[in-house]
C-alpha cells in the first residue's frame, strides 16, 4: 500500500506560485502575432522543480531544445530526460516536437512519437515530466483553467489528486452523517508494484498507472469519484451505493485489470490490483476513520494473496 504520507506531486499547491520564462533567439527573424503559445509544466515526479512554470515561445525563436543539458532552452533535471531529449520546431506557424533519439521516447497525449505538430491542449510527456502545449488565443483564460486543473487533478492519470479526493470524501461523510444516505469507499493498489518499475523501468510504470485510471474512469458514474491517494494506491468513493454494491464493482475492477494487456515496448506485463471496500457506519466520524476502514481491508486483500477483493 502507498505511505499514508502527504505525497508532493499530488497537492500542486506551488503551482499558483507560477514563474514566466521568456525564451528568445536571435534577432531577424519573424515576430508571432497576436499573443504567444506557451507550454505549462503540469506534472514532475513526487512534485519537485517547476511545477506550474509557464514557457512562452516568443519573439522571433524558431526552435527550442529540451534536455539534461545546460545548453538546452529549456532544462529539465528529472529522471528519464536525456541530454539532448527533444525539440521544438516551428514551421509554417505550426510547432512541432521533434525526439532526438532519446532513451525514454517523447509522448505526444501518451502515444510515442518520432516527430508531431502540436495542437492547443496537447500533453508532451519527456522523462518525469509532462508539459501542456497551449496556442495563442484567450491565452490568459486557458492558462488560468490549466492551473485551476492542477489544484484537483493528478497530472499523470487525470484523477482527483489527493486534496480534492479527500475533500469530497469529507463532504460525501458529512451528507451520509446527516441523511444517513448509503457510502461506499473502495481503496485499491498495484500489486507489485516496485517491481514493475525496477523491471521494466519508471516509464513503463507510469504507462500502467495511466491505463489502469483509464479502466476506472470507464466505470465510474458521474456522481462518483475516483482519486489518486498516493504513488500507486487509488480509491473509488461511491455515493448511494451499498457495501454489496460496492463490492460487485471491486471485483469487476479486478478481473478487468487482471485480463487487459498493459503492453510496453511491445512487452507484455502482468498487472492485477488488489481492493479493500468499507460502507460508512455511525461509527465512523472522520475521513481518516473511513479512510482507515477501507484501507485495512486493502490490508487483509494483500495479506490473502493479492488480486482479489475483501470488504
Not at 10 to 39: F, I, K, M, N
Not at 92 to 106: F, I, K, M, P, Y
Not at 228 to 244: I, K, N
Not at 250 to 274: G, K, N, W
Amino acid at each position: 500500500m502507498a505511505d499514508p504520507k502527504d505525497h508532493p506531486e499530488l497537492h500542486p499547491e506551488s503551482a499558483w506560485q507560477v514563474q514566466t520564462q521568456v525564451l528568445r533567439a536571435e534577432p531577424g527573424l519573424g515576430q508571432h502575432t497576436g499573443g504567444s503559445d506557451c507550454l505549462v509544466v503540469i506534472y514532475t515526479r513526487e512534485g519537485r522543480g517547476p511545477l506550474g512554470k509557464r514557457i512562452q515561445l516568443d519573439g522571433p525563436a524558431q526552435e527550442l531544445t529540451i534536455g539534461r543539458d545546460v545548453s538546452n532552452s529549456l532544462v529539465l533535471e528529472f529522471e528519464g530526460v536525456s541530454r539532448k531529449h527533444a525539440k521544438l520546431v516551428k514551421r509554417d506557424g505550426v510547432w512541432w516536437v521533434h525526439d532526438n533519439n532519446s532513451t525514454n521516447g517523447t509522448y505526444v497525449n501518451d502515444v510515442l512519437t518520432r516527430e508531431t505538430p502540436l495542437r492547443n491542449g496537447d500533453r508532451v510527456k519527456v522523462g518525469d515530466v509532462i508539459l501542456k502545449y497551449l496556442s495563442a488565443g484567450d491565452l490568459e483564460s486557458e492558462f488560468i483553467e490549466t492551473i485551476s486543473q492542477m489544484m484537483v487533478t493528478d497530472g499523470l492519470t487525470q484523477a482527483a489528486n489527493k486534496r480534492h479526493l479527500t475533500e469530497k470524501i469529507t463532504d460525501e461523510l458529512n451528507r451520509s452523517l446527516r441523511h444517513g444516505r448509503p457510502l461506499s469507499l473502495v481503496m485499491f493498489d498495484v500489486d507489485h508494484f516496485k517491481k514493475v518499475n525496477d523491471t521494466y523501468g519508471h516509464v513503463a510504470g507510469d504507462v500502467v498507472l495511466k491505463e489502469i485510471a483509464s479502466l476506472v474512469r470507464s466505470r465510474v458514474r458521474r456522481n462518483e469519484v475516483f482519486g489518486r491517494y498516493g504513488g500507486e494506491e487509488f480509491a473509488l468513493l461511491l455515493p448511494e451505493t451499498t457495501l454489496q454494491g460496492a463490492v460487485t464493482l471491486a471485483q469487476e475492477l479486478c478481473v478487468l485489470v487482471a485480463s487487459q494487456p498493459f503492453l510496453f515496448d511491445r512487452i507484455r506485463i502482468p498487472v492485477t490490483i488488489s481492493l479493500g471496500v468499507a460502507q460508512w457506519n455511525p461509527a465512523i466520524r472522520t475521513t481518516d476513520d473511513f479512510i482507515r476502514a477501507a484501507d485495512a481491508k486493502l490490508f487483509q486483500a494483500k495479506r490473502g494473496g493479492r488480486n482479489r477483493v475483501c470488504a
